[in-house]
């Protein structure tokens, strides 16, 4: 079977399928969160809108709630082989060359927020089953797409699915990379809350400090008010100085008795701290070094001494890895500080699957001044390399490639994590750069259609 062929017959539905699907901005909005829309108008517009493509097509459908549904092509028996998607995206960040929703194409690619997680793939994986469909062969097992609106959180829909609904015998989840990942990091959210001691009068006063919106996001934009006791000229020129020295864009503002710091940094997705810089450590590492007040300093101190220079924990005591999944990652990804309130720090941590939760969670609670509140492990997710699924997806992923089906291991959490035997699965081809959680996140039209074919086979080899 041409795979390729079939998938290059319905090229140009797919890609305007994947164009408008693009176009709707999928953000977590808590504020238009209503019953039958939990996370946002914008989350459930992109849910109904695939459910209403699966209807169009003639598969059956179901919407739990508006939290999670599913998009099933019927086969013989009851076994259910899932592919688990999510229609939710991260915040776009600044920066882009072109609107992040328009999902324009330039030089071969898709760019928009959610191109390559996971709403490009998630179209390649619906093209997938409706080839699949539409060749008429029979199938033993029911294909099931589980769609998710909350995965770029706190994954409260699949927790809702599967309340509800049987979990699969198999799956994959296509939202990573490509060959097979077959480990799964485990992932730590927590806080540190500071605990404020009495404040003393000083020459700087911290008013606030903002930084990031997301634990999975290195932040690219921090921000600082200072209320300045005195001359500010050789603070700021200090700024300046550390920002030339440290290669990146930053801004003084003055207001009346405040000085207002910003910083620019890279954005990236937290499983890999080092590529991205992060806004918010550099610019805590500068004021430091300055005058400030007690619980001000006290703050900024914290998140210089455990984060600055240091992604893999090392100064806080949890550095560890191993030789299925690698190295720990910490990333700072939330701070946040109010004068007269606590000041919070949100922390997302990606440890190997031979790592222990405990021992990272001590390593935090030993941070003077700080106490760790909302500390939330999802454990590490590891298949077996002999396992069917992979054996099957490695034979479709060889046969359409012609290269070896190397099995890797990242420290991203996908819904494939779900399953008792689930693996990611694509869509980033061997070569590619990582552009998810990125500005000008891209996909290539012809990965899309690549991705597509290997998905569609890998449906069928596995539900036959």
């Known amino acids: 079977m041409n795979w390729i062929e079939k998938v290059e017959k319905v090229k140009e539905e797919l890609v305007q399928d994947t164009q408008a699907f693009l176009q709707i901005k999928s953000v977590l909005e808590e504020e238009t969160a209503s019953d039958g829309a939990p996370f946002g108008e914008g989350i ?48 776009e960040g600044d920066g882009w060359t072109s609107d992040p929703y328009r999902a324009e194409i330039r030089d071969g690619k898709i760019f928009a927020r959610g191109a390559m997680d996971d709403k490009g793939p998630t179209i390649a994986a619906f093209y997938a089953m409706k080839i699949v469909k ?74 606030s400090f903002e930084s990031g919106r997301r634990y999975n ?47 620019e940094g890279v954005s990236a997705h937290a499983m890999e701290p080092n590529n991205g810089i992060n806004a918010g450590v550099l610019l805590a590492t500068f004021l430091a070094d300055a005058n400030l007040d007690d619980n001000g300093r006290a703050y900024v101190m914290t998140i210089k001494q455990c984060f600055h220079n240091d992604t893999r924990g090392n100064q806080i005591g949890i550095a560890y890895k191993d030789d299925i999944s690698g190295e720990l990652t910490v990333n700072a990804g939330v701070m946040h500080y109010q004068e007269e309130e606590i000041g919070k720090i949100g922390v997302n941590i990606r440890y190997p699957v031979t790592g222990d939760s405990v021992n990272i969670k001590k390593g935090f ?36 490639t012609g290269e070896k089906a190397e099995l890797i291991a990242i420290g991203g959490g996908t819904y494939a994590r779900s399953l008792e035997a689930g693996v990611a699965f694509g869509p980033l081809f061997p070569g590619r750069p990582d552009v998810a959680h990125q500005k000008d996140e891209y996909i290539h039209i012809e990965d899309l259609i690549k991705a597509t074919a290997i998905y569609a086979q890998a449906i069928y080899e596995l539900a036959k």
């Open 44 to 91: 459930n517009k992109a849910f109904t809108h695939l459910l209403e493509l699966g209807e169009k097509e003639g598969f059956t459908t179901k919407n739990l709630d508006g939290f999670a549904g599913h998009i099933e092509l019927k086969g013989s028996g009851d076994e259910v082989l899932g592919i688990l998607c999510h229609v939710d995206v991260v915040p």
């Open 134 to 207: 539409e060749l008429g062969v029979p199938l033993s097992k029911n294909v099931r797409m589980i769609i998710g609106t909350d995965e770029e959180s706190d994954w409260r829909c699949v927790d809702h699915y599967f309340k509800h609904e049987k979990m699969p015998e198999m799956g994959f989840a296509p939202d990573a990379d490509f060959p097979i990942i077959f480990a799964e990091k485990g992932i730590i959210d927590l806080n540190l809350e500071q605990q404020l001691v009495k404040k003393e009068e000083s020459a700087l006063q911290l008013v």
């Open 217 to 263: 996001m290195v932040p690219d934009f921090a921000k600082a008010t200072v209320r300045v006791n005195g001359d500010v000229a050789e603070l700021e020129q200090s700024f300046y100085s550390y920002l030339k020295n440290v290669k990146i864009n930053g801004q003084v503002n003055k207001l009346g008795d405040e000085i207002e710091f910003t910083i």
């Open 365 to 400: 609670t030993s941070i003077e001044g700080f106490e760790v509140t909302d500390f939330n492990d999802s454990p590490p997710h590891h298949v077996e390399e002999n396992s069917p699924l992979i054996q099957t997806l490695s034979k479709v992923y060889e046969e359409q």
